[in-house]
């Protein structure tokens, strides 16, 4: 079946850093998600991505689906406290038995040290 | 707050034992989705509905069942319990069934099998 891979698993930095991270897999997905997962609650969608090639902002998040809508990555600018937990990509297939069902990634943990 | 309400939010029980989990979509949402997660198999999508119908089966075990009611709530039946099945419940609902559709997911219920 589909399978994402999402690097790195974990990450350590300094608060004021640049992160990056990002999603591949094994086939194509129409769209990819990125979520935002903090302890004792649901993912919660930070940036969804439609079109292979686009490029989304959402404050100091960029995330862009890759041309060949295999992959995906997310970048955080300039990383503060809060920013801490676990970060998911997710990709949804383009229909038949993938429809609207999500595949996710195994989450990037982020830790920013203050 | 996403709007998605789950009940319970925890839940202790013994291996055999049958378990019903709730969900209550946002308001206006038609679909309701549930994944599974655990720490060693990740997020994983169980199964999704679409007003009253199931759309679409992911990694779902024959011993596990949902419906979707008149009133949009659904329900996940797990019965005959193993260890195993331990595991963070979460539900997700969205306006519709497109591959376009944003899926805001609730609390999450934390199923604990002795």
């Known amino acids: 079946g589909q399978q994402l891979n999402q690097s790195p698993q974990s990450m350590f930095i300094q608060e004021g850093e640049d992160v990056s991270m990002n999603c591949t897999s094994s086939?194509?997905?129409?769209?990819w998600l990125w979520y935002k997962q903090d302890p004792g609650e649901g993912p919660v969608l930070l940036i969804a991505?439609?079109?292979?090639?686009e490029l989304t902002s959402n404050g100091r998040l960029t995330a862009q689906f890759g041309i060949t809508r295999k992959d995906s990555f997310l970048n955080i600018s300039a990383s503060i406290p809060s920013d801490v937990g676990i970060y998911f990509c997710?990709?949804?297939?383009?229909?038949?038995?993938?429809?609207?069902?999500?595949?996710f990634g195994q989450g990037t943990i982020l830790t920013v040290h203050p | 707050d996403s709007g998605v309400t789950q009940t319970p939010k925890h839940l202790i029980t013994a291996t055999g034992q049958r378990v019903t989990l709730r969900c209550s979509p946002r308001?206006?949402?038609?679909?309701v989705y549930w994944y599974q997660q655990s720490l060693d198999q990740g997020l994983q999508f169980l199964i999704h509905?679409?007003?009253?119908?199931?759309?679409a089966k992911g990694n779902i075990l024959e011993r596990f069942s949902a419906q979707q009611f008149p009133d949009l709530h659904s329900e996940l039946n797990l019965s005959s319990l193993e260890l195993g099945d331990s595991a963070l419940y979460f539900c997700?609902?969205?306006?519709?069934?497109?591959?376009?559709?944003?899926?805001?997911f609730g609390p999450g219920t934390r199923l604990l099998v002795l």
């Open positions: 308001s206006g949402d038609l679909s």
């Open positions: 509905y679409y007003n009253g119908e199931e759309r």
């Open positions: 997700a609902s969205s306006v519709g069934a497109g591959v376009q559709e944003t899926q805001y």
């Open positions: 086939s194509i997905f129409n769209t």
């Open positions: 997710a990709g949804r297939g383009a229909g038949g038995t993938s429809y609207g069902k999500l595949t």
């Open positions: 991505l439609y079109k292979a090639g």
